[in-house]
């Protein structure tokens, strides 16, 4: 029997009990098209290329990953649900850590 637990909580999930409910969250580097000029086509970028191909080579590749595109998939129970809904980003929780410090 397959079983699940819920993300938040840690209580055992049961495909064929409970209800429980996936979050997909899926994060990726924001794209603006630039306006491209003439003169952009003219300059020569080589030696910017090589440098950034330099400090790519240098780089951890899953955090080159992280930088462009990532995914997170979450169980939930009923209770956790409704708490993520409420505050999807945790800004309540924030605000009361760092009001908490004072």
Same mark, same amino acid.
């Given at each position: ?5 819920? #993300? ?17 969250? $899926? ?19 080589? #030696?910017?290329?090589? =440098? ?7 780089? =951890?590749? $899953?955090?080159? $990953? ?37």
């Amino acid at each position: 029997m397959i079983h699940f637990t819920c #993300d938040m909580c840690g209580k055992t999930l049961l495909a064929d009990e409970d209800t429980r409910y996936v979050v997909k969250v $899926e994060v990726y580097a924001a794209y603006d098209p630039m306006e491209l000029t003439s003169k952009d086509l003219e300059d020569d970028r080589t #030696d910017e290329i090589h =440098d950034l191909l330099d400090e790519m080579a240098d780089a =951890d590749p $899953e955090h080159l $990953e992280d930088q462009v595109y990532k995914v997170f998939r979450f169980d939930l129970c009923p209770e956790c649900h409704a708490s993520y809904l409420t505050d999807p980003l945790g800004r309540a929780t924030r605000l009361r850590a760092r009001f908490g410090q004072n």
